[in-house]
């Protein structure tokens, strides 16, 4: 992800930022799923109990507070600025979910690569969730 957001930020020429809190759900010690629904199933349970350590080293509850703080004070410490964040699609859609009332499971699925949502500032609003940004 740190490639991608540098990546970015190259090709629209503007500053980058690396915020250690941004990153993926931890799941270093997560199993690897062969078969993808194996791997969905487990996602959607861990979705479905986000304050129980179901996936990795940490709740999904916990991997949002991370990324809702860290989002929230890129919003304070630079106001009056649009801010893109690079980051990973679980986390991304507990924000969604949190921000907008969707359906968590519903929204990791319909992630694509590359896709993006949109929030007002400074308040984070949900506006929309773009999964095909290159389609005319």
């Known amino acids: 992800m740190q490639q991608t957001g540098q990546g970015l930020a190259s090709k629209l020429d503007i ?30 349970a861990a979705m479905d109990e986000p304050e129980g350590l179901l996936y990795g080293e940490e709740t999904f509850d916990d991997a949002y507070t991370r990324f809702n703080e860290c989002v929230r004070e890129l919003t304070v410490t630079n106001p009056n600025q649009s801010i893109g964040v690079v980051t990973g699609g679980t986390v991304l859609a507990l924000f969604i979910h949190r921000k907008s009332g969707l359906d968590t499971y519903k929204v990791w699925r319909s992630l694509t690569m590359p896709c993006y949502a949109v929030f007002t500032l400074p ?4 506006l929309e969730l773009v999964t095909e940004p290159f389609k005319s």
Not at 15 to 40: C, G
Not at 123 to 126: E, I, M, P
């Open 15 to 44: 500053p980058v930022e690396i915020a250690p809190d941004l990153h993926e759900t931890l799941r270093d010690t997560a199993p690897y799923f062969e078969d993808v629904d194996q791997f969905r199933a487990a996602i959607k």
């Open 123 to 126: 308040d984070l609003n949900f």
